[in-house]
């Protein structure tokens, strides 16, 4: 099975790979894509659901191909054990907090993202947008508290089509790079959403 998925934005690659495997759930799939936000997005998105991932790239255009999970795949949690688990999600589009002052803007976020540590398990998701993809770069002075949190189980999300808007695809130092669709399925699963 073929999905092209050439020249188009995210979340469009992920959703027609999703179309394709549920569809076709034991068939192996090849998806198309020619940049490589889309490649991460879409080989994220097979292995997330137990698929075996190869990726060719040839003349600037990458082949995804997608080999469906055999034998036994990790059961979901039960509705039960969801609701028990406390998830929250920090939704960040800005490299500084609050308007007024860029300089104070900064020395704020540097000292929000140093204390959400102080949420413990409960924080499962951050999500950086926008400017926001800014603090996940090489030589960014947030790294080290985003690494302990990664450390600690929090997932960070770094939205590829803002990376790739900034030309920044290549620094990103930390996370996943991410799409619009796991963004809006992460508001989805969380037990509560904080957007600054």
């Known amino acids: 099975m073929k999905v092209d998925a050439r020249g188009l934005a995210c979340p469009m690659p992920v959703i027609k790979t999703k179309q394709a495997i549920e569809e076709h759930p034991q068939e192996r799939v090849e998806v198309l894509v020619d ?17 075996q991932v190869e990726v060719e790239e040839k ?4 082949k995804i ?4 999970p ?3 795949v ?9 609701e028990e688990r406390q998830r929250i999600l920090v939704i960040i589009p800005t490299d500084k907090m609050g308007h007024g002052d860029d300089e104070l803007g900064k020395a704020l976020m540097k000292n929000f993202i140093a204390t959400l540590k ?3 398990e409960d924080l499962w998701r951050i999500v950086l947008l926008n400017g926001g993809v800014k603090l996940a770069i090489k030589g960014s002075e947030h790294l080290d508290e985003l690494r302990y949190l990664a450390e600690q189980g929090v997932d960070i999300f770094v939205c590829g089509t803002c990376l790739n808007f900034f030309g920044l ?7 996943v790079t991410t799409n619009m669709l796991d963004i809006v399925t992460s508001m989805q699963l969380a ?6």
């Open 59 to 62: 003349d600037g255009v990458f």
């Open 74 to 82: 990790k059961a979901a949690e039960t509705p039960e054990e969801e």
């Open 65 to 68: 191909i997608g080999i469906p």
């Open 35 to 51: 940049n490589p936000a889309s490649k991460e997005n879409v080989a994220r998105f097979l292995q997330s659901r137990n698929w």
């Open 169 to 175: 695809l290549e620094k990103k130092a930390i996370g």
């Open 118 to 120: 102080e949420m413990g």
């Open 191 to 196: 037990t509560k959403v904080i957007c600054l």
């Open 70 to 72: 055999t034998g036994e």
